[in-house]
């Protein structure tokens, strides 16, 4: 497979939904496959909260591959011996494309604080922004799961004519005030973190203590991407082997798990970022600017199809089969498509139970070929 990552700068304000704009703006992105002579095989793939361009294929010096390598590859579910795919770093997330530590072109410092909020619109607006300059008029699908899928739910509405498939896999029309609190934890854990010093913090800080605020948020996060079953499958009431069962902080292997993915995450993931996602996750709702959900989703043009998983206790399939109902409600029966996959993993199944959903997605794509 051919892989390639690259940077796209913009010497031009991109408004915000805010009201506010990014003077000038980057997209750190990555492809796979070769884009055909009439531009017509692309696949828009989008990442989730702490996603990246990174979606597939494996580095030199990589101990794991991209996000979605299971998915993404020549001969996989978007096989890239037909399709070329385009994966972009969001704006805010720290991957390399702009973000709140990026310089302010007006002020020559870094944003930190001053950042704007960014919302899913902004995101793909950006992205739009992207294909225009890659001369990319159509996608054949635009593919992405939790934010993710709130970016595909964005492009059917926003841009209905862009792609032919939109495929969205455990997630939402609005965010509930279920995730709104969850994500709570992880702005206030952050915000009272000494390290975090109101955003001032030294990224040599960062390095060497990392930041228990990110980490307690991560935790919080971890919980609710994963569940009940996969914690008992996976660790029962194993108890770390070297740790006593009568010291107050030994640990079972649940805890040395939650306690080693969430202390790691600080060295890859900034705070800043994390506090700007959480927000754009939480301002999310297809519907804003309508009097309701359905006049958003009269928009769409292409075919919808939404992928739920059975145990997932962050994005619920009932909030998947809402937009079924609103897309049969509105007389696009044939537009729509639901699948509910059978899970182990919650949330985070997207990522890990691919084998469940490949050859829904397969069949789908045949539709073009
Ligand atoms: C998605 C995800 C949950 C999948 O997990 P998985 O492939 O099933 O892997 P596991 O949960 O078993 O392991 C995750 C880590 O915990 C470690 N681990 C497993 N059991 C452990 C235990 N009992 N104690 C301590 N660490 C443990 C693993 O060794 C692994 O470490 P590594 O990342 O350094 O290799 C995980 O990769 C993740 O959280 N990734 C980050 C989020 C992400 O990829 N986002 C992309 C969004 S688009
Ligand atoms: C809300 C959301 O995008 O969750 C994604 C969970 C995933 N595990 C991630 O860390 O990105």
């Known amino acids: 497979m051919k892989i390639e990552t690259k940077v ?12 506010r704009l990014l003077e000038s703006f980057e997209l750190i992105y990555e492809t796979y496959g070769e ?3 009439d531009k017509s095989n692309v696949i828009i793939v989008c990442h989730a909260l702490s996603g990246s361009h990174h979606a597939a294929g494996r580095y030199a010096d990589e101990a794991k591959p991209g996000w ?8 996989k579910a978007i096989d890239t011996t037909k399709y070329f795919v385009i994966c972009s770093n969001t704006i805010g997330s720290s991957y390399g494309s702009t973000n709140p530590l990026s310089i302010n072109p007006s002020t020559k410092i870094e944003y930190r604080l001053k950042f704007p909020v960014i919302t899913i619109s902004d995101i793909v607006k950006a992205q739009m922004k992207l294909y225009e300059r890659l001369g990319i008029k159509n996608a054949v699908a635009v593919v992405g799961g939790s934010m993710g899928g709130m970016q595909a739910l964005c492009y059917s509405i926003e841009y209905p004519t862009f792609a032919k498939h939109i495929i969205a896999l455990a997630t939402t029309a609005y965010t509930r005030p279920w995730v709104i609190g969850i994500n709570k934890i992880a702005i206030e854990a952050i915000r009272h973190d000494k390290i975090f010093n109101n955003g001032n913090y030294k990224k040599e800080d960062l390095k060497a203590l990392g930041l ?3 980490a307690v948020g991560r935790m919080a996060g971890l ?3 994963l569940s009940p079953n996969l914690f008992k499958n996976k660790f029962g009431r194993d108890y770390v082997t070297t740790d006593g069962l009568y010291e107050l902080f030994g640990r079972f292997e649940v805890e040395k798990y939650l306690e080693y993915n969430s202390y790691s995450f600080p060295k890859f993931f900034d705070p800043l970022s994390y506090l700007y996602i959480c927000k ?11 009097d309701k959900l359905e006049d958003s989703f009269d928009k769409i043009q292409a075919k919808l ?7 997932d206790m962050l994005f619920f399939p009932e909030e998947m089969e809402e937009i079924r109902d609103i897309m ?3 007389g696009r029966k044939n537009q729509v498509t639901y699948k509910l996959i059978n899970s182990n993993s919650g949330h985070d199944s997207f990522l890990v139970e691919v084998e469940k959903f490949q050859d829904y997605v397969k069949d789908i794509l045949k539709d073009n070929e």
């Open 68 to 75: 979605w390598d299971k998915f993404i590859g020549d001969g």
């Open 280 to 290: 754009t996750i939480n301002i999310f709702d297809a519907g804003r600017n309508k």
């Open 8 to 19: 796209e700068k913009f010497n031009e304000p991109l408004y915000l939904e805010s009201g």
């Open 223 to 225: 919980m609710m991407y």
């Open 212 to 214: 228990p605020g990110l």
């Open 328 to 330: 049969i409600k509105l």
């Open 35 to 37: 884009l055909n002579k």
């Open 305 to 311: 199809h939404l992928i739920a998983f059975s145990d």
